[in-house]
């Protein structure tokens, strides 16, 4: 049996400008583009919160519903500086350790329970060690599965620890939201709902045949997660699933020219990354950020796995081409190559892989929004 930790940073950007100037203790503080440029909410202060701000929401909403909110701008290599502090504690822990982002992992710490400690102590110990050494808040949840363990971290934020007992998970998820289920957008928990499926235990008592109609060939898989029985082991090479360079300009970036040969260097450098990792990728991703902060990505897929700096520059510029706008700038721009040759081959059904191979040879690109 497995224990697994999901750890997630409290307001994270926020709670790290709390930090650095104590005079934003206590106070609701909103990391964002300023409202007249169209800014965009990256996270709130728990203070900020309770008035109904989140994240994602135009700045200008959120001055709205809290006229005493402290704008602050992000730091973002600021932040990646303490994520890094905190995923070296989680490392000291134990080696098997996941980051999912800047400010969430899984840590798999069933060597230690099976040493003699109590998962709950464990959890404390983490939660303490986080705040003694980094001074910030982590909510922790513990389970003998990812899906357990990532709702429960989620549950009793912000300072958040639950810890489900072996055996209790499909009882700790029956009666929650669908939705709070990993692979159950919001789509998908639309249509569950129309079918009066509510909760995740609903859901867990449909028969085998139901999910296999429902969901194809992840119908273990989703059935599994809904009983909290999942399998996922807590994978610690997910650092290298890609490759990847960016960069945040002094100023914002909006010339065709100067953006080329932005993407030309990010371009070159990824190639030579591939190159000594012994890496080749079939997947081109492109990360922007806007003036306004808004951060997205585009992807595409090419038709054959590459280490080589031509088609990796050619396919991010593509991206990028179509994303310019009369006036559209960019604060930060990033290359990255995914989807190497040893992993299994990407998650998409046949025809959807097909689709995007013709879309592409066909010279129009097939974009996603990843974000
Ligand atoms: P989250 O983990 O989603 O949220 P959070 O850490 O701000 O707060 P909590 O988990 O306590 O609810 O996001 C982590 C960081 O990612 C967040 O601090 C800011 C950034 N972020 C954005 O920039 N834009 C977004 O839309 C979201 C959701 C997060």
Redesign the pocket.
């Known amino acids: 049996m497995r224990h697994i930790i999901h750890a ?8 790290v400008e709390q930090l650095d100037n104590p005079q934003l203790v206590g106070k609701p503080v909103l ?2 583009g300023r409202p007249e440029n169209r800014g ?5 202060s ?1 203070e900020a919160r309770v008035f109904g701000v989140h ?2 929401m135009p700045m200008k909403t959120a001055v709205y519903r809290c006229p005493k909110g402290i704008i602050v701008s ?1 730091r973002f290599n600021r ?1 990646k500086e303490k994520s890094g502090e905190v995923m070296n504690l989680f490392r000291e822990l134990t080696g098997l350790v996941e980051p999912l ?4 992992a899984y840590l798999d710490i069933t060597a230690a329970v099976e040493a003699g400690q109590r998962p709950l102590a464990v959890a404390l110990d983490l939660k303490a060690r986080v705040f003694a050494v980094t001074g910030l808040v982590v ?1 922790v949840g513990v389970g003998t599965c990812k899906t357990v363990a990532k709702i429960g971290s ?1 549950l009793d ?2 300072d958040g620890l639950v810890v489900v007992q072996p055996g209790d998970e499909a009882e700790f998820l029956a009666p929650l939201a669908v939705n709070k289920l990993w692979g159950i957008g919001p789509k998908t928990a639309e249509r569950l709902n129309k079918d009066g499926i509510e909760t995740i235990g609903e859901l867990a008592d449909q028969p085998l045949a139901w999910f296999a109609k429902m969901f194809g060939k992840r119908a273990t898989n989703v059935r599994d997660k809904a009983m909290g029985l999942d399998d996922d082991a807590v994978h610690i090479h997910s650092a290298t699933k890609s490759i990847s360079s960016e960069s945040t300009f002094a100023n914002d970036l909006g010339g065709e020219e100067e953006l080329r040969d932005v993407v030309e260097r990010k371009a070159v450098g990824v190639a030579h990354q591939l190159e000594k990792a012994n890496l080749k990728g079939r997947t081109v991703k492109l990360k922007l950020r806007l003036a306004d ?1 808004t ?1 997205f990505a585009r992807q595409v897929t090419l038709p054959y796995h590459t280490d080589a700096e031509e088609p990796i520059k050619e396919a991010a510029w593509a991206l990028l081409e179509a994303e310019l706008e009369p006036g559209r700038t960019f604060r930060l721009i990033g290359v990255g190559v995914a989807n190497f040759e040893d992993e299994s081959e990407d998650e998409l059904p046949t025809e959807e892989k097909e689709r995007q191979l013709s879309l592409f040879t066909d010279g129009s690109l097939p974009v996603e929004v990843t974000d």
């Open positions: 997630d940073l409290d307001a994270f950007y926020a709670a990391v964002g965009v909410v990256a996270t709130a728990y994240s994602a992000p932040y982002s800047m400010d969430e909510s989620d934020k912000p902060f951060t």
